[in-house]
């Protein structure tokens, strides 16, 4: 099975269960692992062989953008299901989130959660 990657893709939504997190859009880092096989792309050279890439990061962010979260484990599972629900030629995902929790920041740089589904 190939795998094609898409990392750092930058999402701006309210996250978080505090109060303060409630109020201000936070910047968190998403990464997916689409896997497929790109035997038939590869030999064409033809986009329309392959999954569009910029669709799937179009996706992703015009949904995740538009909600609120609670939790990143969230964001991941919801990822990795809109992917593969829209996106029958993928065989599996691995959606990664990671953020900077404002309320942590002096005791670690990020957390992050993935799933694959």
């Known amino acids: ?3 094609i990657s898409l990392t750092g893709i930058k ?4 996250i978080g269960v505090n ?3 409630k109020t201000v859009k ?3 880092l998403l990464d997916v692992d689409l896997f497929l096989s790109v035997q038939k792309a590869a030999q064409s ?3 329309n062989d392959t999954i569009n890439y910029a669709e799937v990061l179009s996706l ?6 538009s909600k609120q979260f609670n939790l990143i484990e969230t964001i991941a599972q919801q990822s990795a299901e809109l992917l593969l629900k829209n996106y029958p030629v993928l065989n599996k995902v691995t959606a990664a989130v990671c953020k900077k ?3 942590l920041l002096e005791q670690l740089d990020a957390v992050s959660a993935q799933v694959t589904r």
């Not at 999402?11 to 309210?14: Q, R, Y």
């Not at 992703?60 to 953008?65: A, D, F, G, P, V």
Request: aromatic share 0%; glycine share 0%; charged share 40%.
């Open 26 to 28: 936070q910047e968190l």
């Open 11 to 14: 999402i701006n939504c309210i």
């Open 1 to 3: 099975m190939d795998k």
């Open 101 to 103: 929790p404002k309320n």
């Open 60 to 65: 992703l962010r015009k949904t995740i953008e």
């Open 19 to 21: 109060a303060d997190e």
């Open 45 to 47: 050279d033809n986009l």
